[in-house]
């Protein structure tokens, strides 16, 4: 129970520190793009065009994000896993029982948590999303705003 409580603390602290990576990682994603929004309207492009092309260069940072995020996330767990069974196979006589309990449970397969998953989502939709607001408010400006200036 106590560890259940633990990771439920965790997965909801968690959770909400990807929420606001998510926003703040979409503002600099943005913020990056506002000097090659700005000579793409130069250039004559749509304002669509130049939306889509920003929010593509979104979706293509979220799949070599989770890809290479999954990858590290899951080789991560297995390592402390092991640790951890591996630990408490050394410890007293107390923990027996507990190992024992780790161990069928490691005979399972894994399965993320319904919250977890969820927020995942919401945290990929929050980026998209705030990626085309910032990218809106960009294109709203005349496309001389959008580069750099003398003082900048």
């Known amino acids: 129970n106590a560890l259940s409580g633990t990771s439920e603390l965790l997965l909801i602290l968690s959770s909400l520190l990807l929420l606001i990576a998510a926003l703040a990682l979409a503002f600099f994603f943005t913020l990056g793009y506002k000097q090659s929004m700005g000579i793409m309207r130069l250039m004559g492009a749509a304002k669509g065009k130049v939306l889509g092309t920003v929010l593509l260069a979104a979706l293509l ?11 590290l996330g899951h080789g991560l767990t297995e390592q402390i896993g092991q ?23 490691q005979t399972e397969a894994p399965q993320l948590a319904l919250g977890a998953e969820f927020c995942f989502a919401a945290a990929l939709a929050l980026f998209l999303t705030a990626v085309l607001a910032f990218s809106v408010r960009y294109l709203r400006r005349p496309p001389r705003a959008l580069l750099p200036q003398g003082h900048e």
């Open 61 to 71: 940072t979220i799949l070599a994000g989770t890809a290479i995020g999954t990858a």
């Open 83 to 105: 640790r951890i069974l591996t630990q408490s196979n050394v410890e007293p006589e107390a923990f027996h029982a507990f190992s024992a309990y780790i161990a069928t449970a």
